[in-house]
């Protein structure tokens, strides 16, 4: 088997603008002139890293003063080994709207299943602030420049994940190791899941595998139309594509597509747009040759979202995962639909398995989404472009 040092992404978010309503928690106070200490999960550990800080969204240049990282303890506390990143070498980095940058390698040794902190002192920000609206990890906002120090201080609390879009490792790794990312909305972003305890289904996946699982969900993400981030078929190549030895890609969207227009007052969508925007990304996926998976569509009568359910929206929902289920455009299928429906009303989430909303899986509905797969379809490509 050969091995070699190679860049691993071990953590990926998808970024949208406060323009699609989802920034749940901008601090009182703004950023400027405060620290904002923010904790990532990594599944893969490694000795060297570097961080990946975006402002696409941003309407002005992003100023960073001083960015740290330094393994997070809980509540805000890091580590005395923490670091300071550089950018081409300087320890303060500008960031001009709708770009993102990347910063030197440095030393740091990262335990596996590891919480890291990344601290960014911003100097002037962006105006608009290119988030993640749902982190599921509590984040700090300090005045002044905090970024060397152990403990959050008197911080105010942020749920969102703001301008960090991911972290790389360089480690030796076998050129044959899957790398998996996980493409989709809520159901994959974990909401509903439990805050701070990484039990979302890309999570537990990553344990089965014993691998890194990218998390690129966006709550109320759709496969057709923006809003609540770019649509699927847009954000795909910059969100998916271009992370760094990608093997295989879970494309898990559609329910929203459903259900969101109902709401909305919006045209609704039909099973042949659906099919038919399913089979491009699993087409553009193939050509880059990554392996694609389906994910059929969960049920969702009896959700609590007014609106939401349609007996139309369901039997397009059927037509779409019989197809998903069956079609060769897919390497393999995750069934999340068979592994959470309530076998006495399939139309329907277990009541065991979702959080309460009738929609969206609790930790062990997260856990059984990621046991709806053999762990076989993820040693072979089988790609044909």
């Known amino acids: 088997m050969h091995m070699g040092v190679q860049w691993v992404a071990a953590h990926r978010a998808a970024m949208v603008s406060p323009y699609d309503g989802l920034s749940f928690t901008k601090p009182r106070g703004g950023f400027s002139g405060r620290t904002v200490r923010q904790v990532v999960h990594l599944h893969r550990g490694g000795p060297q890293l570097r961080v990946w800080l975006s402002n696409q969204f941003g309407s002005g240049p992003l100023r960073i003063g001083e960015a740290r990282v330094g393994r997070h303890l809980g509540g805000g506390r890091i580590a005395e080994d923490q670091i300071r990143l550089s950018f081409g070498g300087s320890k ?3 960031i001009v709207a709708g770009t993102e940058v990347v910063s030197d390698l440095t030393d740091f040794e990262v335990p596996d299943d590891a919480e890291l902190a990344i601290s960014l002192y911003v100097v002037e920000d962006s ?21 060397a120090d152990p403990e959050p201080g008197l911080a105010e609390e942020i749920a969102s994940l703001y301008w960090i879009k991911g ?16 493409f989709g909305d809520s159901l994959t972003d974990g909401s509903g899941t439990t805050p701070g305890a990484h039990q979302r289904y890309p999570d537990h996946l990553s344990r089965r595998l ?3 699982v990218l998390n690129l969900g966006i709550g109320g993400n759709r496969l057709l139309r923006n809003g609540f981030g770019p649509a699927g078929l847009l954000r795909f190549q910059p969100d998916v594509l271009s992370v760094p030895g990608l093997t295989h890609v879970i494309i898990a969207l559609g329910i929203n597509d459903l259900g969101l227009p109902a709401m909305l007052g919006q045209p609704k969508t039909g099973a042949e747009e659906m099919i038919a925007g399913f089979t491009t990304l699993a087409r553009l996926a193939r050509e880059a040759g990554v392996a694609p998976i389906g994910a059929t569509l969960p049920p969702y009568a009896g959700t609590t979202f007014p609106g ?3 007996e139309k929206g369901d039997r397009i929902r059927e037509a779409v995962n019989d197809w998903i289920r069956r079609t060769p455009e897919y390497h393999a299928c995750l069934d999340i639909d068979a592994a959470v429906r309530d076998p006495e009303r399939p139309s329907r989430f277990h009541p065991d398995l979702h959080c309460g909303d009738g929609l969206h899986p609790n930790d062990e509905g997260a856990r059984a989404m990621a046991h709806a797969i053999g762990l076989d379809a993820f040693l072979t490509r089988r790609v044909s472009r």
């Open 210 to 212: 014993g691998l890194p």
């Open 127 to 147: 105006g608009l602030a290119t988030n993640h609206p749902e982190a599921l990890q509590t984040g700090y906002v300090a005045a002044g420049n905090t970024a």
């Open 92 to 94: 303060s980095v500008e």
């Open 167 to 182: 972290v790389d490792l360089r480690l030796e790794r076998s050129g044959d190791e899957p790398v998996v990312a996980a």
């Open 308 to 310: 939401y359910h349609s």
